[in-house]
């Protein structure tokens, strides 16, 4: 019954910010939620990996798309991590879900994520 919600999703022009939030609930378990990260999936496309964090912060991974203008960092000792978004550019225009797993594997394959929230909108106009 682990939960993940994100929030912080909305509409801005090319070039404002927006931070999106990811918190997890219902967690149980002894290993904990080393791997976190962003996907997004626009319309026509397929989703595709936008950021992560393993391990509190230990490593980050970006897209080259994204590089430069997104930081994602997370709470010490909470399940709650945040993607600072910045010059954003109509090509953002997504849905964003927060995944999930206590057990990293390759950061930005779907697959290695067991828990994913239900996205939020990211809607940037030109």
């Known amino acids: 019954q682990v939960r993940l919600v994100e929030s912080g999703g909305g509409s801005v022009q090319a070039g404002g910010s927006l931070r999106l939030s990811c918190s997890v609930s219902?967690?149980?378990?002894?290993?904990?939620?080393?791997?976190m990260g962003w996907f997004r999936q626009a319309p026509g496309k397929e989703r595709e990996a936008v950021a992560a964090i393993y391990h509190g912060g230990h490593s980050t991974y970006y897209a080259d798309s994204v590089k430069g203008r997104f930081t994602i960092s997370q709470e010490r000792g909470k399940y709650t991590n945040y993607l600072q978004m910045r010059s954003l550019k109509p090509d953002d225009t997504a849905v964003y879900y927060c995944?999930?797993?206590?057990?990293?594997?390759?950061?930005?394959?779907?697959?290695?994520?067991?828990?994913w929230g239900q996205g939020t909108q990211v809607t940037v106009s030109p």
């Open positions: 995944a999930a797993e206590e057990f990293c594997g390759t950061w930005f394959k779907e697959i290695d994520y067991g828990w």
């Open positions: 219902g967690y149980t378990g002894t290993d904990g939620i080393a791997c």
